[in-house]
């Protein structure tokens, strides 16, 4: 558990309260997950040690009906008393179960089978739910929002102890003697909990009782909400396929391995690869995948798997394949699917989160396990050698059928958001926000609220009301632009459309982007004068890519305002080279287009005094010094002055010389003419004669070679012709 916790307060005892409860929350997490892993190897192997396969869809289906009864029970409990104290009830019950289980299994071998199954499916779900709700009454927001991964990975590191525990334990001791070890580890989860509970209870004050509707509102919420409603039936069409995919898996490996030992080993080392490739895909893909694929994309990932590898494990025949797509289904689930999953929550507000979320969470999941349990034994009255192929048949079209519903919930949850976030009954800090949907969301949103705020009083039925773009199609445009696909990308900057505010800081980001580069230009240029702010903060940040820095000034050269010439002044100090020169040239530009914008000559002279003291003699570097110049001193003859220079003439780069001398101050020429190469000679001509001298001397050497290359060019059309 590397690193101190987070603490909110400035008092050092606090800080180490809170530390020593991370550590205790941490070891809680990883001996409860440690004990679920231990006790679900156990049950699998003793059930189907002492019945044949064929009972499993029965006793998973009783068992869900149970749990559901006994989760509503433990929720009504909390709700009158408090999660630390339903916990240790949970836990020293559960303790007892177990040991007189053990004793029945001595003596009662197939009933104990049963009393075990029960168990672990009705504590199960039970003791999960309550050690979250622990964890989130023993940290206040700010620090579990820094905690939570840490304890989340005791977890995981549980997980991969308990399931090696079961596993070498199963050739030690047995199966029936393991309930004695999963005793243990329910015992010192229950005093690890204690412990954390008494070091909190000095920390966080007592939270007030809430009031919690009954399952009745709940259920009414549900039915009257299609958002919600969508919710319960992905959760229930997952569980349905789950309990398919269940079956599938422990039939194969029942036939492969037998019973006893053998069978609660592959168990204990299902589960342990499961639980670590399930960590180690939560930890590498996770946020990367709600970042690129958003709420929808992230959801849709598990169903695109399973509808193709349940079609492919039923035409492969072998073991192996059944375990695989079954082990893919709990990695996703417990990985990519959990963390799309608990966001759609978000929408929410929390009247009606609290009393739908357990509803939904776990009843939804109970129906869909009773529901998948009786497909299974309808399914194993058809002929022996079909019935597993059409399990895995009708897996295929459960996810895809999952599938489906997931395009749905993508755009019903940004609507609920939407709604939520005018209303206000939704706060979301966009620290916390890591998924493109919901990030895409906020951030219309909020530009929407910023300019109905900044906008006076209209008609409230104004005559184009309807001409403006929906929010979800804002947020499908946001999706597109945080998709990194240079087709959808694309799309969305040509589409003719003027951007809205929102998504200017999704674009910006673009420029850095070789082959998105002029489409990105051309759709901001379309909106620099309403966004200049925008960029212009990106344009002075030093924190920002470079690439996008020294980009910006070509956005912001077609924004003639006062505003943006104020800033690209400002840029004209910065560190960066590059960025300094593209400020220039887009000053230069926008004096070009309207001669009224205001550049105070002293700015300019004391950027090029500045660029002359620090920089070295370069080619480039002199053409942006001549540039900031030709802000201090308009016209012609500053840039013709350059040219001239430029020549082989020797009386005409005197000539530049010496109108240089003259036009620009004493301090800023003295550190100019050592980049010349020499001092010019003094001829006593005034300064409109030298004007004139470089002027009429330019335009004939101008006029020369325009003449030498149309003889080149003529005489290059000849030859062929001849």
Partial sequence: MAGPAVATGPDPDAAASVDASVGFACLAAGLLVAQQVAAKATRDALFLSNFPVTALPIASGLTAGVSLAGVLAFSRGMARSSPPVMMRWALGVSAILLMGEWSLSLAAPRLAAVAVYFHVGLFGATLVSGFWSVINESFDPYTARHVIGRIGAGAGVGGVVGGLLTWRAAGLIGVAPMLLVIVGLTVACLIVLETLHRTDRGRVPPAAPAVRPGPAYALRLIRREPYLRNVAVLVGLCALTEAVLDYVLSAAVTTRFGRGGPLMSFFALYHTSVGVVALGLQTALARRALERLGLGGTLAVPPVVITLGAALAAIVPGVWPRVAVRGVQAVLRNSLFRSAYELLYTPLAPERKRPTKALLDVGADRLGTIAGSAVVMLILLLPAAGATRMLLLLASALAAASLVLTRRLQKGYVSALAESLRAGTV?????????????????????????????????????????????????????????????????????????????????????????????????????????????????????????????????????????AVDGLLAALRDERFDVRYRSA?????????????????????????????????????????????????????????????????????GTALEYLQNVLPATVWGSLWPWLGSRPAVTGRTLDEMRDDLLRSTAAAESARRSKRRATGSAGWRGPKQ
Avoid: Y
Wanted: contains cysteine.
């Fill in 427 to 563: 706060r979301l800090d966009p620290i916390d926000v890591v998924d493109q949907t919901t990030r895409a969301t906020l951030a219309i949103a909020d530009a929407q609220k910023r300019r109905i705020t900044a906008e006076p009083a209209k008609d409230p039925h104004p005559a184009h009301a309807g001409a403006e773009p929906s929010l979800v199609a804002d947020a499908d445009a946001s999706a597109a632009l945080l998709s990194g696909d240079p087709g959808r990308i694309r799309g969305v900057l040509t589409r003719g459309a003027v951007l809205e505010p929102a998504l200017v800081s999704l674009v910006v980001p673009l420029l850095a982007r070789d082959e998105l580069f002029t489409e990105a230009v051309a759709a901001l240029r379309r909106v620099a004068t309403r966004c200049t702010g925008q960029l212009l903060d990106v344009l002075l940040d030093p924190e920002q890519d470079p690439i996008v820095r020294r980009r910006v000034p070509r956005v912001l050269k077609a924004a003639p305002t006062q505003r």
């Fill in 585 to 653: 040239q887009a000053l230069l530009r926008l004096r070009q287009r309207d001669g009224s914008l205001r550049i105070p000559a002293a700015d300019a002279f004391s950027a090029a005094q500045r660029e002359l003291t620090l920089a070295r003699a370069s080619p480039r570097g002199l053409q942006h010094v001549f540039g900031l110049l030709s802000l201090g001193v308009p016209g012609e003859p500053l840039a013709v002055a350059l040219r001239a220079w430029r020549t082989d003439d020797r009386s005409l780069r």
